[in-house]
């Protein structure tokens, strides 16, 4: 298995632009997360998804910030528009069963600059 | 609120010694622990879990140990290696919030040849 495959895996951008991070979770696990890491902050859980339905958006920092899961095979997280203060690597993970205390599978990251 | 950390932010060891990572946390609900390791560039990788049923739980040159009576965890690496050199952070699973893993800061291990 290939695991966790997010894209891309380094994206710069201007402040006000769109931006789009992608994740292809683990074939046949049913739970999915976005994290986000900074220096400051460490890990925060963003959003997670149970059966591509999201379960618990409350780290969701603005509105700026959304995701969706389309199907079991694909999420993005978008931030509409862009602040240097969303310059941090996005993680996105998944897990096999659907309750959330149990191991997660980390993709590489995708580190995000915001000029 | 609730939150997990670490006493030591950077360790180094000699290879070939032992090291032990320490974690506190603050929420005697939690049920679920796990140690994540990561590597510079990549994401978090699992290494070992325990429940709160358990006091100890055993992997491949590493041990997790779990002290509920003062609320602590901590990492056993067996003969560190240079592959070892990582940041490791545990996670705590709060179930009276839902079961999510909130993650500690994180400690640098480094491991001198």
């Known amino acids: 298995d290939a695991g966790v495959i997010q894209s891309p895996r380094h994206e710069v951008t201007e402040m006000g632009q769109e931006v789009t991070l992608r994740c292809k979770p683990i074939?046949?696990?049913?739970?999915l997360f976005w994290y986000r890491q900074t220096m400051m902050r460490g890990l925060e859980l963003l959003i997670y998804?149970?059966?591509?339905?999201?379960?618990?958006d409350s780290g969701m920092p603005e509105d700026r910030f959304s995701a969706k899961m389309p199907n079991a095979s694909f999420s993005t997280l978008k931030i509409q528009p862009s602040e240097p203060r969303d310059s941090a690597v996005y993680f996105c993970?998944?897990?096999?069963?659907?309750?959330?205390?149990?191991?997660?599978?980390f993709g590489s990251g995708t580190q995000l600059s915001v000029l | 609120g609730e939150s997990v950390g670490l006493h030591l932010p950077t360790l180094s060891v000699q290879e070939g010694d032992n090291s032990i990572i320490n974690c506190a946390y603050s929420n005697s609900a939690s049920d679920y622990f796990i140690w994540y390791k990561q590597e510079s560039g990549k994401g978090p990788q699992f290494i070992i879990d325990i429940r709160s049923n358990m006091d100890k739980r055993q992997g491949q040159r590493v041990t997790v140990l779990l002290n509920k009576t003062v609320k602590h965890l901590s990492l056993q690496i067996a003969a560190t290696q240079p592959g070892d050199s990582a940041v490791y952070f545990c996670?705590?699973?709060?179930?009276?919030?839902?079961?999510?893993?909130?993650f500690g800061q994180g400690t640098e291990l480094s491991v001198k040849p």
């Open positions: 998804f149970n059966n591509n339905v999201p379960i618990d």
């Open positions: 996670a705590e699973s709060l179930y009276n919030q839902g079961g999510k893993l909130i």
């Open positions: 993970a998944s897990s096999l069963g659907h309750a959330t205390n149990e191991k997660l599978f």
């Open positions: 074939s046949g696990h049913n739970s």
